[in-house]
């Protein structure tokens, strides 16, 4: 199953999905060091360096992004759809042209007051979705890290019966199914060495990683792109349920 990575960082969704069985099939990423290791991780997957310029009309099984979160960060002035890096509509109109089947968004908590219109665009593209709020420690990271991820599905069909509220609206049975098969195996397949290790034992085994007191850097490049990157271990969950209920739904059309 297909996968394009927006806003790809050190690749840690490209990772996660390899994990859960997708193959990735582009980057966009403009950082140099960041496409320094996707090069040398992925060689053969092509990189496109400016999310504006970008262009994508084959069709894929899965689309993410971790878009940019200075707009909404805590650490910023939080401008929103003011700040000169509000990169979703770029987002979306990769989505009008790729229309992949599945798309996952991660972003910090702070997008969640401004989300109404990130959700909106994906509802008039019929897309139904659902939101999650976990942290890195859900998978025994020794940090909380709590990001926002939406995932999104094509697959149901859109009804209206006459009330306002988006999710009477919106969530149909066939999505429930799918959306709470991803949340129910959350825990069943989480990779076995984050399964059983702790975050004593982390720190033990990483004593010279970076995040942990352990001295100042010498270079800046590597600690920049791990605090931009996504945890993988958290978003392969997600991603294999999607790709067994792929695979499943795959399977069960070719029996008639």
């Given at each position: 199953?297909?996968h394009?990575?927006?806003?790809?960082?050190?690749g840690?969704?490209a990772l996660?999905?390899?994990?859960?069985?997708?193959?990735?099939?582009?980057f966009v990423?403009k950082d140099k060091?960041?496409?320094?290791?996707l090069?040398k991780?992925w060689?053969?997957?092509?990189?496109?360096?400016?999310?504006?310029?970008?262009?994508?009309?084959?069709?894929?099984?899965?689309?993410t992004?971790?878009?940019?979160?200075?707009?909404?960060?805590v650490?910023?002035?939080?401008?929103g759809i003011?700040?000169?890096?509000y990169?979703?509509?770029e987002?979306?109109?990769?989505?009008k042209?790729?229309?992949?089947?599945w798309?996952?968004?991660?972003?910090?908590p702070?997008?969640?007051?401004?989300?109404?219109?990130?959700?909106?665009?994906l509802?008039?593209e019929?897309?139904?979705?659902?939101a999650?709020?976990i942290?890195?420690?859900?998978?025994?990271?020794?940090?909380?890290?709590e990001?926002?991820?939406?995932?999104a599905?094509?697959n149901?069909?859109?009804c209206d019966?006459?009330t306002?509220?988006?999710e009477?609206?919106?969530i149909?049975?066939?999505?429930?199914?799918n959306?709470e098969?991803?949340h129910?195996?959350?825990?069943?397949l989480?990779?076995?060495s984050?399964k059983?290790?702790?975050?004593?034992?982390?720190?033990?085994?990483n004593?010279?990683a970076s995040?942990?007191?352990?001295g100042?850097p010498?270079?800046?490049?590597?600690?920049?792109?791990?605090?931009?990157?996504i945890?993988?271990?958290v978003?392969y969950?997600?991603?294999?349920?999607i790709?067994?209920?792929?695979?499943?739904l795959?399977?069960?059309s070719?029996q008639?």
């Amino acid at each position: 199953m297909r996968h394009l990575d927006l806003f790809s960082g050190i690749g840690g969704f490209a990772l996660a999905a390899s994990w859960a069985g997708f193959r990735t099939v582009e980057f966009v990423e403009k950082d140099k060091f960041c496409k320094k290791v996707l090069e040398k991780h992925w060689p053969w997957v092509p990189i496109h360096d400016d999310i504006k310029t970008f262009n994508f009309t084959d069709k894929v099984d899965l689309l993410t992004a971790g878009f940019p979160c200075q707009p909404f960060s805590v650490a910023g002035k939080k401008k929103g759809i003011k700040d000169d890096r509000y990169l979703w509509p770029e987002v979306i109109r990769i989505i009008k042209q790729s229309r992949p089947t599945w798309f996952i968004g991660e972003n910090v908590p702070g997008i969640i007051p401004m989300l109404d219109p990130i959700l909106e665009d994906l509802e008039k593209e019929g897309y139904i979705w659902r939101a999650y709020l976990i942290s890195a420690n859900a998978v025994n990271a020794p940090h909380k890290r709590e990001r926002l991820w939406i995932v999104a599905n094509s697959n149901g069909k859109r009804c209206d019966n006459g009330t306002d509220n988006r999710e009477e609206r919106y969530i149909q049975d066939n999505l429930n199914r799918n959306i709470e098969a991803v949340h129910t195996e959350w825990s069943k397949l989480q990779p076995e060495s984050w399964k059983t290790m702790q975050a004593e034992d982390y720190f033990a085994l990483n004593s010279h990683a970076s995040r942990i007191d352990d001295g100042l850097p010498n270079r800046l490049d590597r600690i920049k792109s791990l605090g931009n990157a996504i945890v993988p271990q958290v978003v392969y969950s997600l991603m294999r349920s999607i790709y067994l209920i792929e695979k499943e739904l795959r399977y069960d059309s070719l029996q008639f």
